[in-house]
């Protein structure tokens, strides 16, 4: 057995030891146990994800008892690429868990629901089959929906967003399997290997294509499947937050790689504007609502739908820029969608964890409550912060390499004389740069609402640093974002190679060069320089420094009065407020104010309160009428049965007829 | 790496600092001349600067680490921006290209620390200015990148270096319809980005107007003189962007001594030139309604948009 092997088998074999742990012990030993039997899990992912990469391949045949052919597991490196992803935020997420989890989430079905769910999800991108890959999909979608119900008799919005959640996901796995029906028929098999360049012009391709898409957009978040985030990644416990956002909607944009890089690669032009507009429509609404959202879990949750949105748009442009024969900038758009799904998994990570840290020490997830959280929790603001300038792509992350490269492919792929790309990537341009624009404000607002200033409530003051167990994933996590940063060059090497594309490789200091369009960045030497620059600034900030130390505990200004009520600063609904007016027909917030006016004047007010609502635009135009019109069905179907037996007997004579009727003509 | 380009940039960086407090001294004599003041002569930022450093700086109780850090953080973005610009000569270097998409990032991790600067003492004014300024950094954005889209399409680059040298190379281009439109939309976002009329005041210490003022409105000493030194940085450095892109000429090609005196006097020149049309615009324009800016920056898109529908005409 070659290591791939080995290593698919210990996953499964840690697993049932995870399983069996967590069934079998109880209180902190379980946590321990259970804890230590996931991170295994995820470790064994990473590393065979590596061997994978490293050129390993393997083909293992499972037979079952279902009345299906074997099941197949081969990854591919592409496979490799996510299962380690998936393994590297599995791992962090495990052990957070072992100090995170309390009450109702650290329950014995809870710890066996995560083993099978960073089981399911490394056996999605290892499957070489049809068959494997909706067996796993079921189990990752079927354990994820337990562990979002985690703490269901504790608040009844977790078993809302369970209900949302497990909705969305079936209809996921519905489509892909309809999808992947229409495909093996197209192809006549069912194995990934020999669907693999399945033409596409027929009928059948195009349905397989759509159903697909829309399959995996739902799983990914992308807007309008992406109503089930918002909901489920706040109400789940924040290690499962984590793993949702971080790697299993990552596992949606794979499957897209999957459909339109691996088995389809000739996409007609339209494929690839259709997923242009899904993924960068995505992303601006995605990045919209994160702007105006105060709950610090929903925020993350619609950045993710954000995320994966650029993604699915560099997918697109790649597919576009391919057919339209621009092969360097194609090859530089995919190596672009790979380092953002890299990149977004460890930021993403990081900042759900930090997240959960925060909400463990105050039990707040309200931005509007919090406040000076960086002098009680100095570790987490720190990750919470490097996590935050990942997001908002700025330099040394993995995001800014991430955009950086997707910005290069939109550069370099110019071709006026082509009137679908001449249109297509300036507007793609144009709607990135906004979102990149608009992330800026949701992070700088995420980190200095509820890290900086003055704390705004009571339950933020007592807040006490998280313990050395849920430190360390977090440290190693906002490790990660800056090693992306400084290192791009081996990542995206790897990244080229996983889709077989000749687009990137390493170039002085660890830097990155896309060969498809002669671009060089070395982040490092980014640094260098400025570190030159600053040096004798810095010199002369310590020589002063020592000279004339600061004053510190002088009053903030006040416009000459004395004013200390934590309540007069800016919080986040207030900080959130031009973006809110300015996008308000986008965005269209109820907003309520209620002046209570003295009695003895009408002119004098008493109390003004103040609360606004941001419901999604999708959801309330979209999707509440089709639950609308279901319930309307539903109640009138439910006229046909009104208990009454000798309606029931007559049912059945009128069905007997019925059938007599058919046989006999 | 190879080393001259190195020399050249932190030479680059050199000038910038020593030419950015007379370009503000140059706009604010101008402004005062302008309106029948006297004025305090051009060297008065400089004296301003000096004074700052020698005195005690005061910190608003509560604050935290971020209030010692952003205004190095804030200077470090700007002097690494002028590390990067074309201003004196036009040498990309080897391992980190002039490219737009770097240069805005760094001048965006700047405006990423003021933003939080002014967070950090909870009160309500450097709350609000942090808010303000983030939205336009916001909608700022998508202006940049297009315009420089278009900029690039006739280069197949987008290393500031190679655009300022092809426009120099091939001066035609730069009156073309599409460099036109480009140049007037980044001179609307440098507008914006440096906190100038009409959408920010410069002036102003009235508390419900201000953005840029109110988020170092906490900053005293060596803080406040850094923030102000770093502002000024990015007003000189954008403001010698624009002059090399509308009159490319004197900027050095090589890294000899004389190509490169040669290119810091052209730079002297267009900055003064281009302070005193700044402030005499200034002086005849109102300060935009907040709500009414994204107006005006929409408008500078539109522009952008048009500069690259037009590069394709020519193209």
Known sequence: ?665 | MSVAPLVVALVQVTVAVAFAPLVVGVTRQTRARLEGRVGPGVLQPARDLRKLLAKTPLRAAGTSPVTVVAPVVLLTSSLLLAALVPLVAALPLSLVPGDLFVAVSVLLLGTVAIALLGLDAGSAFGGMGSSRHMTISALVEPTVLVSVYALSIPVGSSALALIVAARRDHPASIASPAGVLAVVALVIVVIAETGRLPIDNPSTHLELTMIHEAMELEQSGRDLAWVDLASWLRLSVLLGLVGNLVLPWGVAGSAGFGPVLLGALALAGKLALLAVLLAAAEVAMAKLRLFRVPELLAGSFVLAFLAVTASYLVA
């Open chain 1, 1 to 665: 057995m070659n290591p791939v092997a080995w290593g698919l088998l210990a996953q499964v074999v840690l697993a049932v030891c995870a399983v069996a742990s967590a069934l079998a012990t109880r209180g902190h030993v379980r946590n321990v146990l259970a804890g230590s039997a996931c991170a295994g899990v995820a470790g064994a992912g990473a590393v065979t994800g590596m061997s994978v990469l490293a050129g390993g391949t393997v083909a293992v045949q499972v037979t079952t008892a279902l009345p299906v052919p074997p099941m197949v597991l081969a990854p591919d490196r592409l496979g490799g690429l996510l299962m380690l992803l998936v393994g590297a935020v599995g791992v962090i997420a495990s052990v957070y868990a072992i100090g995170y989890v309390h009450g109702a989430s650290a329950s014995r079905t809870q710890w066996a629901a995560l083993a099978l769910f960073l089981l399911g999800m490394q056996l999605v991108p290892a499957a070489g089959d049809v068959v494997a890959f909706l067996l796993a999909w079921e189990l990752m979608a079927a354990a994820s929906t337990v562990l979002v119900l985690a703490e269901h008799a504790h608040r009844h919005t977790v078993r809302h967003a369970a209900v949302w959640y497990a909705v969305m996901t079936h209809l996921s796995f519905v489509l892909i399997l309809a999808g992947f029906a229409a495909l093996s028929a197209a192809g006549g098999s069912t194995s990934f290997a020999a669907l693999a360049g399945t033409g596409t012009a027929g009928a059948g391709a195009t349905v397989a294509f759509v159903l697909l898409t829309v399959g995996f957009a739902a799983k990914a978040g992308l807007v309008p499947l992406h109503v089930w985030l918002p909901r489920a990644h706040p109400e789940a416990p924040s290690h499962a937050s984590a793993l949702m956002s971080a790697a299993m909607v990552s596992l949606g944009a794979y499957g897209i790689l999957l459909v339109g890089v691996r088995l389809m690669p000739d996409a007609p032009t339209w494929w690839a504007v259709l997923l242009i507009a899904l993924g960068a429509g995505s992303a601006v609404y995605g990045i919209l609502h994160a702007g105006v959202a105060t709950d610090l879990k929903r925020l993350l949750a619609y950045s993710t739908s954000e995320n994966l949105g650029l993604v699915v748009a560099a997918i697109g442009l790649a597919m576009l820029l391919r057919t339209h024969h621009v092969p360097g900038a194609a090859s530089a758009a995919i190596v672009a969608a790979l380092l953002l799904l890299v990149s977004h998994a460890a930021f993403k990570a990081t900042l759900f964890l930090g997240a959960g840290a925060v909400l463990r020490a105050t039990g707040e997830r309200d931005l509007d409550r919090m406040g000076g959280l960086v002098h009680t929790m100095p570790w987490t603001a720190a990750t919470f912060g490097v996590g935050s300038l990942g997001a908002a792509s700025l330099p040394v992350t993995g995001g800014f390499v991430a955009e950086w490269t997707l910005l290069q492919a939109l550069i370099h792929g110019v071709r006026p004389a082509d009137r679908v790309v001449a249109v297509v990537v300036p507007l793609t341009l144009g709607l990135i740069a906004l979102t990149a624009g608009l992330a800026l404000v949701t992070f700088v607002k995420a980190f200095g609402i509820a890290f900086l200033a003055r704390a705004r409530s009571a339950a933020v003051l007592g807040a006490r640093e998280a313990p050395w167990s849920m430190r360390v994933p977090m440290v190693l996590g906002a490790l990660g974002v800056l090693a992306l940063g400084l290192l791009p060059g081996p990542v995206a090497a790897a990244a080229a190679s996983a889709v077989g594309a000749e687009g990137a490789r390493v170039a002085g200091l660890g830097g990155v060069e896309l060969t498809g369009v002669g671009a060089v960045l070395s982040p490092a030497a980014l640094v260098g320089l400025g570190a030159v620059v600053a040096l004798p600034a810095l010199v002369l900030v310590l020589a002063l420094a020592r000279q004339r130390p600061a004053t510190a505990d002088v009053l903030a200004w006040g416009c000459g009065g004395v004013r200390t009520s934590p309540r007069m600063q800016y919080n986040a609904t207030s900080y959130a407020e031009p973006v809110m007016r300015i996008f308000n027909d986008a965005l269209q917030p109820s907003r309520d104010v209620v002046v209570t006016h003295l009695a003895e004047s009408t002119y004098h007010a008493e109390r003004v309160r103040f609360s606004q609502r941001v419901d999604d635009v999708v959801e309330a135009r979209l999707f509440r009428p089709l639950v609308a019109a279901a319930d309307a069905l539903a109640e009138r179907a439910r006229r046909v049965q009104n208990g009454s037996i000798n309606r029931y007997l007559g049912f059945s004579f009128t069905a007997l007829v019925a059938v007599l009727l058919v046989v006999a003509g």
